[in-house]
């Protein structure tokens, strides 16, 4: 279907999942403003907010299977598969994040309905972030989520530890947003435009390959973005701030609120600066392959268990960078096949983090794990597919994916991040195997340990639900490989005015 | 018998079946009640035998075709599919599996004592992993086997192995990582410039073998990312420490397979994809004398640390460092009689040093030690295993008579002309296998009956027969008449000589020497 963006209807129709998101949202606040601090208020909200996701959702894969596009150019917001498929994971990581948080917001006390709110409003940046078309878009989806991102981060008020990750977050997301905003200056200085395809016209049209503006402004949206994802050298405020924050906010943090970082760095990289690769490619090639090594090292030394999952949260920001540092659409469809497999299993395993632990999970050691197969064998098979599918093990998704992100970095000639990325990814096995290792070969510390592990409600769902669909994918990925190339499909056509306009600039 | 199998579409299902049964059975443990899953697994693996069996006459000896062949799609996005065949490398090792798996199962029957399902569960996981290396035609496929069976493998040493069972369970899965996920890089570096120069992006192994010139610029590497993962698995020295801590310390049955069977998934893989992948690399003389040395060196050096274990289970772990050692002298030799050799000595140490596993695992069960200081004299006291530790010796150490000689000598034999010191120095190999095995069994069986521990020992039960017998049987089998076996691995040894070779493959030549000793 064609949306004609010139009349305020088509407008309003290409943002039709965002509105309908954010009015969810809204009615969600009344809700929570009408009924307030008991247990079962915050589980209704909960449940109206899942409502919500789940038809924000509807309407997003509505706008995809019937194929709607812009019918010119598309000045503020993409109408392209890549903006669905993007949306479909920040959706879907949001209803995982909501589910997983029913029983655990009850018994950690957090009894705040406007905790889902601020998840619907977080979704809608992320949805901004994922298909804006001007940087400008994409940064008030930034701030949009950020500003929701720090509250929910801190919103736990009796913990110390929930003050300081919110405090800390707050202040390094604020610099990074800072970057972010310098680098968007020195591009328009440059190009005179904040459309990403303008940029793209303009960089080809007047020869601004090797200008030091436009390097200087990539590079700052670069040091933003690496911020914002959790790369090396940017990534102190991370582990802190994941292991301060109570759980299903520190899953929702290292899926949703990292693929839309991604998302939206694959979106100005490649639309804004497509053609000319040799600009931002060897300094992604780098981050990159320094997130994978020194994350995965870092990761080595934890002892603590929602620690180790931070830092590997780190190195697998490190894989997705490879996925960009490949430049390419199979780049993107790779991405959005690992994101979807990286999203299942990390809130698989921050999910099972979140049953056996309590009073935030900074107590729980790798260690306290041990015997859990013979307490709870499904939970400790569930965690097992996890653990090989983070490490990536064939016939788990996450081996799919990274599969997918290989074949696309070797197919794009860059061999030697190939080899880092599989370097990293043995040095990965190093803590993963321990958690398995403590499941099931290690005897039980003490008769009453795992005895108190909630096993009941939505939390058992999401797990079930992710170590399936992770099984699944792993041996059957063909439709989720159909849907992530269908989602890179049409992203470099998405504007008509760079092809025919760049050809004579470029005389 | 060929008519018969034929007559019900053997062939077509055959492969299938051998994957599908054991998945089915280990279904059946899992869901099944406890006390029954030694039972069920033996029946499974028994059919598998049977059905395997039928392979022995099914397979056509005078072609070196691909048998067999099945192919369904998989994943036609990425070119993947299943693609299975069988020829006359995969077709013993295949029977070495299923032969050896339903032994490894009556070897645990007393010596696993708790979590049957599972322990059950993972070795017929285990077993269709390995049959699945071994009739993959795509390289997707034979990497996911070839990594799915780690897991199994891990468990089982890590849940069932002996005291320091954690570190060796890490190392072995660590050390097989790394070499497996470089061959991953080179598989999809493959692929994709195969695909990039002829427009078909396919892992199939025929499709690859036939435009592998479009890689010929990175050969090196590739062979070094596939050799790698081979060598460590084989292993090579220097590559071999993950081996005596992975036997020693997992269950017997671990033991046995891990040396029986995972150990020639590296030497398969050397026949299969390194060397007619990569035959401008296999030829130069450099990397040949590299990987010689090293053979060598293997042999030597797992022969004189052998030698000085104290514990008899270690002795026979350093002892696969040894045999191992032929074996990669008689691939990298290159003709046809040092091939063949090669892959008898495949089935030979499955079969002998599998039985030298069961062996100390039931000196263990009966001592609970495996030092060979704490045994002496025990002849006396259990006669039939001390005939059958000295019959099994004998064969481990390449008596005439026995399979040992065979693969040996036709190692020695082929090799020579190619690499006379380095066949000349390995010979002495065998002078050192003589050594420590009949001085071990000197110190266990003969010395004096000192120690009252050992007084009380009860001799083979009618299970422990059972399990050993098959083996034996073999033994003398292929030591007298191996004819049978050599006759099924010819045409393929040969094919793949003359490919590596560069000449054009003659399948209906005639023999060539060492083909008719017996």
Redesign the interface.
Known sequence: MQIDLATPGGLALSLLPEIFLVLWGCLVLLVAAWKHSEENATDLVGRISLVGLLGTLAVVWWMWVGDWTAGEFAAMMALDNFRYATSSVFIIASILAVAMSFGYLGRERILIPEYYALMLFGTAGMMFMGGGADLIVIFIGLELMSVCIYVLAGINRRSVFSAEAALKYFLLGAFASAFFLYGIALIYGATGTTNLALIDFQIAASGLNDSVMIMLGVAFLLVGFGFKVGAVPFHMWAPDVYDGSPTPVTAYMATAVKAAGFAALFRILLHGFGNSLEIWQTGVWWLAAITMVLGNLFALAQRNLKRMLAYSSIGHAGYLLVAVASGGAMGASAFIFYIVAYTLMTVGSFTVLSVIGRNGERDVKIDDLSGLASKHPWMAFAMLVFMLSLLGFPGTAGFMGKWYILAAVLKADQLSLAVVLVVASVISAGFYLPVVMAMYMKPTTDADSHRNAITSGAAKWVVIGTALALLVFGVWPNRLADVSANGADNFRQVSPITTPLSTPGAE | MSELLLSIGYERWVIDALIAIPLFTAAVVTLGPDRLAREITLAGTLLEFVVSIGLWWAYDPSTAAMQFQMAREW????GIAYRVGIDGISLFMILLTTFTMPLAVLGSWNYIKDKWRPYYALLLILTAALIGVFVALDLFLF??FW??ML?PMY?II??WGGPN??YA??KF??YT??GS??M??AI??I??KIG?ATGIYSFSYGHILANIGHVSHLAGWLFFAFALAFAIKVPVFPFHTWLPDAHVQAPTAGSVILAGILLKMGAYGFLRFALPLFPSIVLDPTVVSIVVTLGVIGIIYGALVAMVQPDFKKLVAYSSVSHLGFVMLGIWSLTVASVEGAILIMINHGISTGALFFLAGMLYERRHTREIADFGGIARVVPGLAVILTLVSLSSIGLPGTNGFIGEFLVLLGSFDQHPVATIIATSGVIFAAAYLLWALQRMLFNKLDNPANEKMSDLSLREYLVLGPLVACIIWIGVYPAPILRRIESSAEALVLQVRGEIPDIAGPDLPGVEIE
Not at chain 2, 75 to 78: E, F, G, K
């Open positions: 994943i036609p996005q990425w990497y996911v990594e799915v897991i468990f890590g849940v069972k954690l369970a890490i899965f660590i990582f790394v996920l470089l991953l890089v999809l570096t692929y994709s990039a």
